[in-house]
C-alpha cells in the first residue's frame, strides 16, 4: 500500500513563501489539490506526459510543482501567498488499482493572514 506523508505546511504572511513536500513509499505519480473551509477539494498542480506541469488558474505563476524522482517526493513551492490560498493541501498517488489518484495523504494546513 502506498503512503504518503506531506510537510512543510504552516502559518505566513500574505506576500510569503512556503514549500511543501510529500514523501512517497514507493515510486508513484502525485498530484497536489487542497481543500479550504467549506468548500470543494481542489486540483492545484500536477504533472501531465511526462514533465509537462499544469496548475489551477488561481495559482498559475505563483506555485511551482516539482519532483524528485530519486527521493519518491514532491513539491510544491508556493510564492506571493495569498489569504485565499488558506486551505489543507493534500497530495495524491495514482492508485494502480483504479487509474484514480486516490490514495491520500494526511494533509498540511496552510493559513494566510492578510
Known amino acids: 500500500q502506498v503512503q504518503l506523508v506531506e510537510s512543510g505546511g504552516g502559518l505566513v504572511q500574505a506576500g510569503g513563501s512556503l514549500r511543501l513536500s510529500c514523501a512517497a513509499s514507493?515510486?508513484?505519480?502525485m498530484r497536489w489539490y487542497r481543500q479550504a473551509p467549506g468548500k470543494q477539494r481542489e486540483l492545484v498542480a500536477s504533472f501531465d506526459s511526462g514533465d509537462i506541469t499544469n496548475y489551477a488558474d488561481s495559482v498559475k505563476g505563483r506555485f511551482t510543482i516539482s519532483r524528485d524522482n530519486a527521493k519518491n517526493t514532491m513539491y510544491l513551492q508556493m510564492n506571493s501567498l495569498k489569504p485565499e490560498d488558506t486551505a489543507v493541501y493534500y497530495c495524491?498517488?495514482?492508485?494502480?488499482?483504479?487509474?484514480?489518484?486516490?490514495?491520500w495523504g494526511q494533509g498540511t494546513q496552510v493559513t494566510v493572514s492578510s
Open positions: 514507493v515510486s508513484v505519480d
Open positions: 495524491a498517488a495514482l492508485n494502480a488499482a483504479t487509474y484514480e489518484y486516490d490514495i
